[in-house]
Each structure stands twice: as structure tokens, then as C-alpha cells.
């Protein structure tokens, strides 16, 4: 172990802190508090994503329940409004690596993409009310809120791993949570309340709420220094807090901090992207289909929309869950059994649909939320577990990326095998490739030579 006071300099307030050296040479940055740097507590960097999250969930998890009024006010196929929110996934996802990029070279600050996603946000809203033509709701709502919300959700998610490195599991799946259940109220809104005469003034509406959530939250955003480490854990000691002791124990710190280039060449960047890949296309599919084949199944709009809103619900208070308990399990072997209940619950939604069973449709409905979105926030926290937080907006940003492919997977073209193969191929080939993403689980290991 060795120990560096760094000089300051003289522009700035002396702060008090040291940097500390593991034996493998990791370096970490102690003796400053949360209050020191941000003038309040770091609690404040888990509640204010999370009110972000709530807005911007309304993108992905209530569409579904709007496209019916969309195709039929837009003179749209279904096949042509699943493509909207298709192009919005990819634009979502894909703006994280790049965005993450800007970020690490100080050139893009947290509170500006924040505020950028969040006027972004407004436009896709007003695109998607207002275009004129398809191609112009595939340009608004899919490119521009794709982007708008991509750039929320990475920095979101992004600032909570920063700010808890030694326990990051519970406060990332809290977070990550609200970008499913905040769109449970519209998921009723929409299934109920939209029509054609209405839908321009409600989605209008809905655009600035989710401008009013994103702005306010983003105003306060600040990343921590880099290497931060909480002052009242000792990395070297990870028994020191009771607090900490047992996630440390389960997850511990990477050996370093891999720059992307590194983390790929480990090659688990790859493996996490193919498995990411996986699951966001089986819980992609579930939400733009579940609600049109409940309907097709004979199920009333009661039974349809109660499905979605298990769904979102389950989906967003899983995550919290999950985050809490791969701090206790590990990371990895609850990504495993996660990624297992989603390919069951596929084919368990197809059998109660086939059947007319709605009580065991809401149940696999229930089993499906709760695996379509715990695995977000096990990747979050398991990037920057292996491969370190300094990097992370990149590392992250760049697993995350799969899921622009998954959007085109489990929407675009999962509307395509619903056409040709009717909702039994669809819901079979989502289940068995839930079931191959827990195969490529099983080979995730700690690079550098950290054990557990």
C-alpha cells in the first residue's frame, strides 16, 4: 500500500483527501465526503435519477398502450407504429457509448446532457402528436426522443454507480426501476383515455411533464472525482463497514480501471453485449405485443391493460429487488437465474393465452415484467464492478449499445414473425433465446485476477 497527498491547486479550495494504492494498483481518492463535494448528502444523486427515470419511461413502457389510437389516427399499420418505437430503441440505446465518450473527456458535463435529453424528450412528444407523416414520427419521436431519452437514461444510471462504488447493486436497481413502473398511471391513460380526438393535447401534455421531471433533476447533477471513494469505507479493508461488508465481499472492486480498449480485449465487453442483446429483445417484445395478444386471445381491455401494468410494475420494483440481492448473491449468479424466469415466462404466457386462463396470464405476466427488467440494472452494476467506475460511462455506454439491435429485434422485426408466424412462433422464439442468454451468463468472470 502507498499513499499520495496530490498538490492543489492554488485556484481551488484546499480539500482535505488522500489517494490510497491497492496491491494490485488501483488507485482510490479518501477522505472526502459526499458533502464536501456536492454540499449535500449522495442520497441526492439516487433520488434525482430516479424522478428522471419516471419521466422517461413513459417513452418505452406505455407505447404499446398508445398504438392502437396512433395507427388508427395516423392512418398507420401496426407493423408501421411498431417501427416508431423500434427506431426510438435503437437511438436510445446507441447514444450511450458516444454520449459516455463525452463525458469522460469533460467535453459533455452530466447537467447538460441531462438538459439536452430533456428538451429532446419534449420534441419526440410533440413529434410523434403532430407529424405530419410516418417518416416525420420515425425522425421526432424515434431519432430525436430516442436520443433525448438515451442521454437521460445513460447519465442517470451512470451517477449512481459513481457515487455508490461500494454498493451499488440495491441503489442502481432502485434507480433503474422508476423507467418502468413511472409509466404504470399512463399505461391506464392511454388503454382508456386516448382517442382520436384527444390524442394530440394528452401526448402534448405528456411531453412536458416528462420536460418538467428531467430539467428539475438535471439541474442538480454532479459526477464525483475521479476514483472518488466513500470516506467512511476503507478499500483496503472491506470488512470496515457493516454496511458495505457484505456486497464487498460478493462484488468486489475490479483490479483496475479498464479503459474501454482493455475491457474489450478481456473479451467479456462482447460476451456482455451478445447476452444484453438476448434479453433486451425477449423483454422488447413483451411489451410492444403482450397488450395486442391478450386482445387477440379474447381477453377484455381491462385484462390487457392490467397485463402491461403487472408488467411495468413487476418490471420496475424487480430491479430494486434484484439490485439488492445481487449485492447479497453476487452479480453474476443473479444475472443467471434472471435471465432464466424470462424464457420460462414466455412460453407460460403463450400456454395461459392458448388457454383463456387470465389469472395464470397475469401471473406469467408478472413472472415476464419481473425479468424483462431485472437484468438492466445487474449489467449496470456488473460493468463497473469488473471493469471500474472511471470509465464506466463508455464501458457501460457501450454493453448497453445491444440494445439499438434488440429494438429492431423484439419490435420491428418481432412484429414481422408475428405476421408470418402468428404469436405462437413469436413467444417460442422469445422464450428459447431468454434460455441461450443464461447459457452465455454462465461464462462472465472477474478479469484481472479479483476473486470473490
Known amino acids: 500500500m502507498t499513499t499520495e497527498n496530490p498538490p492543489a491547486p492554488a485556484t481551488t479550495k484546499i480539500t482535505d483527501y488522500r489517494n490510497i494504492t491497492d496491491e494490485r494498483g488501483r488507485v482510490y481518492r479518501v477522505g472526502e465526503t459526499d458533502r464536501d463535494i456536492l454540499g449535500y448528502p449522495r442520497s441526492t444523486m439516487v433520488w434525482l435519477p430516479w424522478l428522471a427515470m419516471l419521466g422517461i419511461s413513459i417513452f418505452e413502457y406505455a407505447f404499446g398502450s398508445a398504438e392502437e389510437t ?3 389516427a395516423h392512418h398507420w399499420t401496426s407493423t408501421n407504429t411498431f417501427w416508431v418505437l423500434s427506431i426510438w430503441v435503437f437511438f436510445q440505446a446507441a447514444v450511450a457509448f458516444p454520449a459516455g465518450k463525452l463525458r469522460e473527456k469533460g467535453i459533455l458535463t452530466s447537467r447538460a446532457a441531462m438538459l439536452t435529453g430533456s428538451g429532446c424528450a419534449l420534441l419526440g412528444f410533440l413529434s410523434l402528436s ?13 431519432l430525436v426522443g430516442g436520443v433525448g431519452s438515451g442521454l437521460v437514461y445513460a447519465t442517470c444510471i451512470n451517477m449512481v454507480g459513481k457515487w455508490y462504488p ?29 382517442n382520436t380526438s384527444n390524442y394530440k393535447l394528452m401526448l ?14 438535471g439541474m442538480f447533477f454532479k459526477d464525483p472525482p475521479k476514483n ?46 451478445a447476452c444484453l442483446l438476448c434479453t433486451a429483445g425477449v423483454s422488447i417484445f413483451g411489451i410492444s405485443f403482450q397488450v395486442s395478444f391478450a386482445k387477440e386471445m379474447g381477453f377484455g381491455p381491462l385484462v390487457a391493460a392490467s397485463s402491461m401494468g403487472v408488467m411495468a410494475v413487476v418490471n420496475g420494483t424487480g430491479r430494486g429487488v434484484v439490485g439488492w440481492l445481487s449485492d447479497t ?6 444475472l443467471t437465474y434472471v435471465c432464466v424466469v424470462l424464457g420460462i415466462a414466455q412460453f407460460g404466457i403463450l400456454w395461459a393465452g ?48 445491444s440494445k439499438f439491435v434488440s429494438g429492431i429485434i423484439g419490435g420491428g422485426l418481432g412484429a414481422t414473425v408475428v405476421a408470418a408466424w402468428g404469436y ?19 461464462f462472465l468472470r472477474r478479469p484481472g485476477g479479483v476473486t470473490v
Request: proline share 7%; glycine share 12%.
Open 424 to 442: 405462437n412462433g413469436a413467444y417460442v422464439t422469445a422464450g428459447c433465446v431468454g434460455l441461450l442468454a443464461a447459457g452465455m451468463s454462465l
Open 204 to 217: 402534448d401534455l405528456v411531453g412536458f411533464y416528462v420536460l418538467l421531471l428531467t430539467a428539475i433533476a
Open 70 to 72: 396512433l395507427s388508427k
Open 329 to 334: 448473491l453476487g452479480r453474476r449468479p443473479t
Open 228 to 273: 472518488w471513494w466513500p470516506a467512511d469505507v476503507d478499500p483496503l479493508d472491506r470488512q470496515s463497514n457493516p454496511k458495505s461488508a457484505k456486497s464487498l465481499a460478493k462484488n468486489p472492486p475490479s483490479a483496475k480501471q479498464f479503459t474501454t480498449g482493455e475491457a474489450i480485449r478481456t473479451g467479456l465487453i462482447p460476451l456482455m453485449w
Open 166 to 194: 461500494e454498493r451499488r447493486g440495491g441503489k442502481t436497481g432502485f434507480v433503474n426501476g422508476a423507467f418502468a413502473y413511472g409509466s404504470v398511471p399512463f399505461i391506464f391513460i392511454f388503454n382508456y383515455g386516448l
Open 354 to 401: 392458448d388457454s383463456g386462463n387470465e389469472p395464470f396470464f397475469l401471473f406469467f405476466a408478472f413472472l415476464s415484467g419481473f425479468g424483462g427488467g431485472a437484468f438492466y440494472p445487474l449489467f449496470a452494476a456488473l460493468v463497473p464492478d469488473y471493469f471500474g467506475e472511471n470509465n464506466n460511462a463508455s464501458n457501460y455506454g457501450l454493453v448497453y449499445s
Open 130 to 142: 403532430h407529424a405530419p407523416n410516418l417518416f416525420w414520427a420515425l425522425v421526432g419521436f424515434g
